[in-house]
């Protein structure tokens, strides 16, 4: 099955062959109720967005767009791909976790085209060469 981004009065969809549509805002909206009901992932989706689950829906958006850089993510956006692409054992699972709700609203070529977008997402913030400021230093100093 083939799936198609298409935009038909500002409402983002995916197109599939059999001519349904999945709109991503309803898409997103789905998974960030389940992901509010998940103990564990719920827990670290508020606390990386500061309790702001609207941040957390227009994040999920985002990678749900299939973006082709990410220096176009927002930095929500950006904190969501890191965690899909973790590897520490405690994180790990959030990964499939997600990608099963997400296929199962839509198809598995998307899930798989998701799952590629994301770990080329995670490799281009894995370049990304982060310096701590002296102030940043001395925060953790005068709190540590």
Known sequence: MKITPFYADAIDALLCEDGSTVHLDKLAELVVIDLKGHGHF???AHHISRGDWTAV?????EVLMLPQAAETLSPLA??????????TRNLRPFRPWLLERVE???TE????????RVDALAEQLGRFDFRFSKSAFRIIATHG
């Open 42 to 44: 719920g827990n670290v």
């Open 104 to 106: 199962g609203q839509t």
């Open 109 to 116: 070529l998307y899930r798989r085209s998701l799952e590629r």
């Open 78 to 87: 950006r904190n969501l791909v890191t965690l899909l692409g973790a590897r």
């Open 57 to 61: 829906h227009n994040a999920l958006r």
